[in-house]
């Protein structure tokens, strides 16, 4: 199925694949989720809620719609899970061999075995960093390997496989898990370290599948199983920014936004996670403007601490 629509509404000359460097590709597919259903109405509500976005990032002073953004063919595949993990790891793989900037949208969780497959077949010794609440280490559920509590299980077998936010997983999943490299919820709200640990493990080609569930159930409740305790928007872009800035992502995906018509606020911030991630990807971060604004951050934590201690030590006195 072809998409009549431009991504975010850019104009035609930034929405043709001649000239963009960047593939949007949507799999709308629903097949295997357990819970709440709606996933396969996620790429519309994201595509609708980006129209409604400023195209201006103040943190990176860029506009990356200006690099293009090609939607492709949808990825409607519906058969089997099986079929469509497929198709899509087919699609996927025809866009990096032109040499653009792939990015998938689901659909469940699912899709990304498909997709993962394409990036470990077209780039060596490759880390998948996979944010989610859930391990989704499973090797088959309900009869299937292709099950989105299985999203990840091959690339633990196949890649340098990181996780980030995980809070619930089955028993099982424990034999699939390098907990070395697992960065549990409960454990990172108590170790700011977490983030330079976790870019240490990382090789230099990294693949992100970020599923909304990452993002605490209080900010993201549009998604097939929501979960307390999760990641807030401004540690997690935090995260991401360094990644961008510290290794070379070849791609993404972004899955399970289940949106409510009641409440549009989640399809917003997902719209507006994938434009931050793309104006990471292709801002030159040798610009005074982005670095000063890094600088600035970072000078402001450490005046923070200062002070606090200071007003400690102060008290005691």
Known sequence: MINAKTYAGIPDKYARLDRAEVV??????????????????????????????????????????KKGVYIAETVDENTSAEHMVEQVHKTVKKYIQQEKFITVFGGEH????????????????????????????????????????????????????IQ?????MDSSEKE???????????????????????IDMMTD????????DVFDSS????TGTPEPGGLLWNETIEFLKKVFMEKNVVGFDIVELCP???????????????????????????NDDFLDVIES??????????????EFEDENE
């Open 260 to 286: 409510n018509p009641a409440n549009k606020a989640p399809d917003f911030m997902i719209a507006k996670l994938y434009y931050k991630m793309l104006s990471y990807k292709f801002f030159k971060y040798d």
């Open 110 to 161: 699912s899709i990304s075995i498909g997709t993962i497959r394409a990036f470990k077949d077209s780039f060596k010794n490759l880390t998948v960093l996979h944010l989610d609440a859930h391990a989704d280490l499973r090797n088959e559920y309900n009869g299937s390997p292709y099950n989105h509590a299985c999203a990840v299980y091959e690339a633990s077998k196949t890649t340098n496989l």
């Open 176 to 198: 699939a898990m390098n907990k070395d490299q697992v960065f549990f919820a409960e454990q990172m709200i108590y170790d700011d370290s977490w983030v330079d640990r976790a």
């Open 205 to 212: 080609q990294v693949f992100i599948t970020f599923d909304v």
């Open 164 to 168: 980030v936010g995980i809070r619930s």
């Open 24 to 65: 949007l590709i949507s799999v709308p597919y629903d097949g295997t989720s357990t819970w709440q259903k709606g996933a396969d109405k996620g790429f519309d509500a994201f595509l609708a809620a980006s129209e409604n976005m400023e195209l201006y990032d103040i943190e990176t002073n860029s506009e990356v719609y």
């Open 219 to 222: 900010i993201m409740s549009s």
């Open 297 to 310: 951050r970072e000078e402001t934590i450490k005046r923070n601490k200062i002070k606090g201690s200071n």
